[in-house]
């Protein structure tokens, strides 16, 4: 699950390390592997490490050393949530902190930004948990996410995770759509590399399969609902793929013999796979069966009003009878793996319904306590074990010395209910010391982060000055909106003169995938590009392209550090990726009610300066008529399909009678992207 959109726009910076240590008195110290806790400890924080860890009556602390009391206080490891899509990191950052959750691993997003996150993270640029991710999802073709990289046989899959560790993934993650021949080969490239691999088990391998191949880790508990049905002994097309209808077979578990599953779950842990049963997505969409009940949780104040649309209507409440019938098997199933050995992890699906920044992690907690597991058993799934997957268990996940100093202070202890990891009263974040007053103003940083994610409207922006020769010609506003939640605008202005055409954008669309830019396109007299800039409006990088000869030289990138590219058009077409643009890109292809063009096409600007390519089928309706501001305009009508980076983006767009684009519409499978001409 994949919800795309971002908000960015406060940033939070990690405080230095301090640079002289402090030491922690009397605390009780929560031992994760025995499950016991060890009284009247004394830790000394060096910089972002524990220096000392030890009983307070042997553990001497230098003189001068500045003391922290904490008598009555519990200390544990920070917590980890292991399948996240970090999307909102203003609003997602701070309120994780708060909660205790130190560690994150994303499980599918846009790679370059994902690993931009990454760093920013851990250099301190943005406050925040550590985190790890696999970027790109690895998927079938057609793929279900934006920001996959599809893979429609095995030659693809092994390109698309080389691609990915070249860019420097920590972990890939394969998705449902995956041939066999596909999905083997890229476990089998991803292992070659020295990556762990796991993801989703795809709906054409078995889970027996998927284990013997060596996936690492397993999300959703997705295969063992197949299992189940084929070792209940139920036809094996009772219960069809598409509309959750296989979470049918959740119900018929009773009916496997009790053998079967003994061997079942034997063969899962001697895989050695860690499963992350994501409990609480599956508990926050059965909630959406009656959206209005859900959104009355007060945690939605983390949510940014992007999301909130998402959930309610990207078919969530059509998934929700399914999801609910399903959760209390799922529940019997995680305790019964527990018990057999095999390894389990808590990851919440960030970003999905009712899933909330580390308020979810603790209630994913919780669900397995509700299972029948063990609350020390829990917490070593939330820290431990996760740390082995993530592969940090060498520094996180215990409270030791050498460790990185990432810990949170208890009011009582979560040995007797793992409840109590959320009563927080202090987090050490890799050295830094955040009181309990440091948190709620986190917490409070964290809810006007997503009160403020109301993405552009640009409405109170002074109106754009001309930056290109010309008399003014067109002048206007796109508004967008993503599902029903506004999502930006470009503003634009068309100019001409004996030179030719010109034209001026600015575009601001929320999220952390389309930063703010500004573009300015020259075009002959014959309505051919020409020449073009474009910048980020905080002067971080810019670029310029000349179209000469059947080629496009293109210089971009932040100051010092610009590349140069050449890309050979070879009939392909090129330009802005504005939908200003369209008043001489449409009438370009020559198309006559009926007509149909295909062909490459690369565009700039909305994602980054670099071009990027697309193939694309572009065919011309009959033209209608339609009520726009009052009158009745005869308009053109013009549907596409387009294919870039293995996504299949349909698209329809009406053009007024005076060339300019009155409304296009892109449909993915994630959700519907507007934009909507202003009426002046």
């Known amino acids: 699950m994949l919800p795309i959109l971002a908000a960015l726009f406060l940033v939070l910076q990690l405080p230095p ?28 924080i060096e910089g972002e490490r524990i220096g000392v860890a030890g009983p307070r009556a042997t553990t001497p602390i230098p003189a ?3 003391v922290r009391a904490g008598a009555g206080l519990i200390v544990a490891p920070g917590l980890f949530d292991t399948h996240v899509h970090f999307v909102d990191p203003d609003a997602f950052a701070p309120a994780m902190v708060a909660n205790g959750v130190l560690f994150v691993r994303d499980l599918g997003s846009e790679t370059n930004s994902v690993l931009a996150l990454r760093e920013a993270l851990r250099s301190g640029e943005r406050l925040g948990p550590e985190l790890i991710a696999t970027g790109a999802i690895v998927d079938g073709d057609p793929a279900v996410w934006p920001f996959s990289e599809a893979s429609a046989d095995a030659v693809a899959a092994r390109a698309a995770v080389a691609r990915l560790a070249a860019a420097g993934v920590d972990q ?32 054409s391998v078995s889970l027996d399969d998927a284990l013997a191949a060596g996936m690492d880790f397993s999300e959703h508990l997705m295969g063992w609902e197949r299992l189940l049905g084929r070792l209940a002994g139920a036809a094996q097309d009772e219960f069809a793929h598409g509309d959750f209808k296989e979470y049918g077979y959740w119900a018929l578990r009773g009916q496997v013999p009790a053998e079967d599953l003994r061997a079942a779950y034997a063969r899962a842990k001697q895989a050695g796979t860690y499963f992350a049963p994501t409990l609480v997505v599956m508990e926050g969409v059965a909630g959406y069966g009656d959206p209005d009940t859900a959104e009355k949780d007060p945690r939605m104040a983390f949510i940014g009003p992007a999301y909130r649309a998402f959930w309610r209507n990207a078919g969530y409440s059509r998934a929700a009878p399914s999801f609910a019938s399903a959760l209390p098997h799922q529940k019997a199933l995680v305790k019964e793996l527990h018990d057999a050995g095999v390894t ?40 431990v074990n996760a740390a082995r997957l993530c592969g940090v268990e060498n520094r996180l996940g215990r409270v030791r010395a050498d460790a990185t100093a990432s810990l949170v202070l208890l009011r009582a202890n979560p040995l007797q209910d793992v409840r109590n990891y959320a009563q927080i009263e202090a987090v050490v974040l890799r050295g830094r010391w955040l009181d309990r007053a440091a948190l709620d103003g986190l917490l409070e940083q964290a809810r006007e982060a997503a009160a403020q994610a109301v993405p552009y409207t640009g409405e109170e922006e002074p109106e754009m000055a001309s930056e290109i020769p010309g008399e003014p010609v067109h002048r206007g506003r796109y508004q967008f909106t993503f599902w029903d939640s506004a999502a930006g605008f470009e503003e634009f202005l068309w100019t001409k003169d004996a030179e030719g055409w010109h034209l001026q954008a600015r575009l601001e669309v929320a999220g952390g995938f389309a930063k703010p830019a500004r573009i300015t396109a020259h075009y002959g007299p014959d309505r051919n590009l020409l020449s073009a800039t474009w910048r980020r409006p905080d002067g971080g990088e810019t670029a310029t392209y000349r179209v000469e000869g059947g080629k496009v030289l293109v210089r971009g990138g932040a100051a010092g550090a610009e590349e140069e590219i050449e890309i ?31 062909g490459r096409a690369f565009g700039f600007g909305a994602e980054s300066w670099k071009p990027a390519e697309s193939s694309r089928v572009i065919r011309r309706d009959p033209d209608t008529k339609v009520e726009w501001g009052g009158k009745t305009l005869s308009v053109s009508v013009y549907s596409g399909e387009y ?3 293995g996504q299949k983006i349909k698209t329809r767009t009406w053009v007024g009678p005076d060339g300019l684009t009155l409304k296009s519409a892109f449909i993915f499978e994630f959700g519907k992207f507007e934009a909507r001409l202003a009426i002046p």
């Not at 390390?17 to 499950?35: N, S, T």
């Not at 909330?356 to 603790?362: A, D, K």
């Open 17 to 44: 390390a301090p640079d002289q240590p402090y030491a922690i008195v009397g605390v009780a110290v929560l031992d994760v592997e025995a499950g016991v806790l060890r009284p009247d400890w004394t830790l000394l």
């Open 643 to 645: 294919t870039m980076d």
């Open 568 to 598: 050979v058009l070879d009939g392909a077409a090129f330009g802005p990726d504005v939908f200003s643009a369209d008043l001489l890109s449409l009438p370009a292809l020559g198309l006559q009610p009926g007509g149909e063009i295909s």
């Open 344 to 383: 389990l992890v808590c990851g919440t699906d960030l970003a999905n319904p009712s899933v909330f920044p580390g308020f979810s992690l603790h209630r994913e907690m919780e669900l397995f306590q509700e299972c029948g597991i063990a609350p020390a058993d829990v917490i070593r799934c939330a820290t």
């Open 64 to 66: 001068g050393t500045p």
């Open 172 to 203: 890939i993650k394969v998705y449902s759509r995956l041939s066999p021949e596909a999905f083997h080969a890229a476990v089998a490239e991803a292992k070659a590399r020295g990556l762990k691999v796991g993801g989703h088990v795809p709906d």
